[in-house]
C-alpha cells in the first residue's frame, strides 16, 4: 500500500518585514527539494497589482480577507515551503490554522531589517516613520510569532543561504 500523498507544508515561514521570508523560503525549499508558495506573491497575481495598492484602494480589511483565504488554501494544499505575510499570524482564524504545522519564525532586529527592505513607501504598514513604525509593529506581533513557531531562528548577521541551512538542518533532526 501507498502511503497517502503529503498534505501540509513542510514548514511555514513566518516573521515581520525584512526577516527574509521569501528569500530564506525559497533557499530552504531548494535544500528539502520541494516546492515554494509565497502567500503574498499569490494575492499579488490573483489580483493583478501589489499589495500597496490593494490597501490603498480597497483597505486593510478587503486585504486580510484575501491573505486569510490564501493562508488557508495554502495549508491545505501546498506540500512544499510556504511564506507567510507579516501581519498574516495576527489573524485568530489564521493562527488557530497553524497549529499542528511546523511554523519557522525568523526573528530579526531592525538594524538587519532595515538593511533589508530600505523602509521604503511600498510597504502600506510602514509608511509613516518607517523605523518607529517597523519597532511598534514588531513589538505588537513578537509574542504571536513566539507562540505559533515550532522553530524560531535569530537571522541576525545571517546570509539567507546560513538561515535556511540551520532551518533545514532543525527540520532533519526533528525528523531523526
Do not use: C
Request: aromatic share 4%.
Amino acid at each position: 500500500m501507498n502511503p497517502a500523498p503529503r498534505t501540509r507544508p513542510v514548514a511555514v515561514v513566518v516573521g515581520p518585514p525584512g526577516a527574509g521570508k521569501t528569500t530564506v523560503g525559497r533557499a530552504l525549499a531548494a535544500r528539502l527539494g520541494v516546492g515554494f508558495h509565497d502567500v503574498d506573491a499569490a494575492i499579488e497575481a490573483a489580483q493583478g497589482r501589489p499589495i500597496s495598492d490593494i490597501f490603498v484602494d480597497d483597505g486593510e480589511a478587503f486585504f486580510r480577507d484575501l491573505e486569510r483565504a490564501e493562508v488557508a488554501r495554502s495549508l491545505a494544499e501546498e506540500t512544499g515551503v510556504v511564506s507567510l505575510g507579516g501581519g498574516a499570524v495576527m489573524d485568530p482564524l489564521t493562527e488557530e490554522s497553524l497549529a499542528g504545522h511546523v511554523v519557522v519564525f525568523l526573528d530579526v532586529a531592525i538594524a538587519d531589517a532595515s538593511k533589508r527592505i530600505g523602509f521604503d513607501r511600498s510597504r502600506p504598514l510602514l509608511s509613516v516613520n518607517p523605523r518607529a513604525s517597523w519597532v511598534a509593529m514588531m513589538n505588537h506581533r513578537r509574542p504571536t510569532y513566539e507562540r505559533i513557531a515550532t522553530l524560531r531562528v535569530d537571522t541576525a548577521g545571517r546570509t539567507a543561504d546560513e538561515v535556511a541551512d540551520l532551518v533545514a538542518a532543525e527540520l532533519e533532526a526533528a525528523r531523526t
